[in-house]
Each structure stands twice: as C-alpha cells, then as structure tokens.
Nanobody, 123 residues
C-alpha cells in the first residue's frame, strides 16, 4: 500500500508560479512511476504530467508543455510539479498518483492516489 500526500497548492495570480509536492510513504517509492492529474469544477479528472521510476522518462499534457516540469527525489520519497506561467484555466484540484514502474497518461492505470491540493489562479 502506498500513501500519497500532496502539498503546495494555493492562490496565485495569472503568470505566477507554484510548486506542488507529493510525499509517498512507500519504502519502494523508487519502483513507482508518479503522475499528476487535475480536476476542475464540473469537469473530468485529466492527466497533467508523469515521471518514470528512474526519472528518465517524462510525459506532459499538451496544455502544460513548456510551462510545467515534473521531477522526483527518490531519497526523499517525493515528486514535484513546478508550475510556471500559470493561467486561470489551470485552476483545479491537483492529485498525485502512483503506479509500478513506467509512465502512463491513463487515470485508470494508477492504483494509488492522494487527497488532492487546490490550485486557484486569479486573472
């Protein structure tokens, strides 16, 4: 079982930056690919970014490419989502998720989820 806890959300003006963190409880964190998803009010949860267990492979949604980066520190059991040039349409609850080994963009392929952290971008 893997427990995930997100932090770092908040209110920011358009054009600003935030860094989300996701701390994992698993001693085998280094074997898990990690993903970030988001859900805006009235919308389905959608893929944002993912990173492989080694950090050597990443994937991003087209809507965030060039603005968001994902990284991980396996020694700290933590994955990060650096969000720059934020837009009001980035407003959502952001969720961290984990799955064994390789990157996936598919929500259903992640068995482990955090509770989410709210990101609000004002115009």
């Amino acid at each position: 079982q893997v427990q995930l806890v997100e932090s770092g959300g908040g209110l920011v003006q358009a054009g600003g930056s935030l860094r989300l963190s996701c701390a994992a409880s698993a001693r085998t964190f280094g074997y898990y690919a990690m993903g970030w998803f988001r859900q805006a009010p009235g919308k389905e949860r959608e893929f944002v970014a993912a990173i492989s267990w080694s950090g050597g492979s990443t994937s991003f949604a087209d809507s965030v490419k060039g603005r968001f980066t994902i990284s991980r520190d396996n020694a700290k059991n933590t994955v990060y989502l650096q969000m720059n040039s934020l837009k009001p349409e980035d407003t959502a609850v952001y969720y961290c998720a984990g799955r064994p080994w390789e990157v996936s963009t598919k929500l259903a392929e992640y068995p482990y989820w955090g509770q989410g952290t709210q990101v609000t971008v004002s115009s």
